[in-house]
């Protein structure tokens, strides 16, 4: 399994200078609103987006990525606060990728209650690449 946890900022207009300061981390990517988010088609980011990764790599399970990330945003736990009540959307997202489409995730307790003590949500993508041989091929 391959993949990443993100914490994102997200609305329609962000400073991110003060964002990473506050936060006093380095972001992974940001995004201006009404950018270019792809290069095949027009769209274009509908929100400001101040995001910071934790990858999910060989021998690493995807909650000690999660609880990596989380790790690096406890210290900042006012701020979380601060964020939640200023911006549209503060959360963590998972992106967990495989080969074959077959995994699994567990979160245990006590991660579990560091996303809460932080306030934040969590959403989770499941990507695959199609890797799968069915008996019907």
Not at 11 to 31: C, G, H, N, Q, Y
Not at 105 to 115: G, R
Request: proline letters at 4%; glycine letters at 8%; charged letters at 25%.
């Amino acid at each position: 399994m391959k993949g990443k946890f993100t914490f994102v900022i997200r609305d329609e207009v962000l400073d991110f200078a003060d964002i990473s300061e506050r936060l006093r981390m380095k972001p992974a990517l940001i995004t201006r609103r009404g950018h270019p988010i792809s290069k095949r088609t027009k769209l274009q980011a509908p929100y400001d987006i101040w995001s910071f990764d934790v990858l999910i790599t060989k021998g690493t399970e995807p909650e000690e990525a999660l609880n990596n990330l989380l790790n690096k945003l406890t210290p900042n736990c006012k701020q979380m606060n601060s964020f939640i009540k200023q911006y549209k959307e503060v959360k963590i997202s998972g992106y967990l990728r495989s080969d074959y489409g077959q995994m699994g995730l567990e979160i245990s307790h006590a991660t579990m209650k560091k996303m809460v003590g932080l306030g934040l949500g969590l959403e989770i993508h499941i990507l695959s690449y199609g890797g799968v041989i069915t008996g019907d091929e």
